[in-house]
Every structure is written in C-alpha cells, then in structure tokens.
C-alpha cells in the first residue's frame, strides 16, 4: 500500500509564500513523475507542476516564475515553494505520484493522489 501525505497548507495574505510538502510511503520501487494539483471550489482540478524522476519540470502559465517545484528522492518527497500568492491561489492542492510496486513478480505503476492540504491567500 502507498500513502502520500501533504503538508504546509494554511492562510496567507497576498504577496505572501507558503511550502507544501508530500511524502510517500510503503513499498515502493521507484516514484516516477511526482506533481501538484489544485482545486477551487467550483473548478476543475488542475496541473500546477510536476517533475520527471530525473528533475524536469513543468509549471502551469498561472504559476511560473512564482512557484517552484523540488524533490528529495531518497527521502521520497515533494517540495512546491510558493511565492507573491494571489487570492486566485486559493484551493486545496493535492499531491500525485507515479508509483512503482511488486505485485507478486510484477512489477506495477499506479497514480495515487494525497488526501488534499486547503491553502487560502486572503487579508
């Protein structure tokens, strides 16, 4: 069995930063592509960054160059630093994982998502 388990979420003002953290556990062979999403009440979930097991990165339009994406494979987290947050941020942001597993002599990739940290930018 795989967990994920975020944190970091909160209340901030604007022009404020914050850090999300997510850490995998179980028995895991290798995590692949790790990322963040986001959904705010009445939207669609979306990509807000992901990055490649060997650090390639890609941002959402609405994010770059104020958050940034980082991960620790020994430790088997992800990190999301974001900075200069708008109230447009405002969403639960959820954490995803390609993970790689035995089933038997098989090995298995799977998504699994984190249960969701709420992150609230207003004055």
């Known amino acids: 069995q795989v967990q994920l388990v975020e944190s970091g979420g909160g209340l901030v003002q604007p022009g404020g930063s914050l850090r999300l953290s997510c850490a995998a556990s179980g028995s895991i062979v290798i995590i692949n592509d790790m990322g963040w999403y986001r959904q705010a009440p009445g939207k669609e979930r979306e990509l807000v960054a992901s990055?490649?097991?060997?650090?390639?990165?890609n941002y959402a339009d609405s994010v770059k160059g104020r958050f940034t994406i980082s991960r620790d494979n020994p430790k088997k987290t992800v990190f999301l630093q974001m900075n200069s947050l708008k109230p447009d941020d405002t969403a639960v942001y959820y954490c995803?994982?390609?993970?790689?597993?035995?089933?038997?002599?098989?090995?298995?990739?799977?998504?699994?998502w984190g249960q969701g940290t709420q992150v609230t930018v207003s004055s």
């Open positions: 990055i490649t097991l060997r650090g390639s990165t």
């Open positions: 995803n994982a390609g993970v790689s597993t035995w089933f038997g002599a098989t090995l298995r990739s799977a998504d699994y």
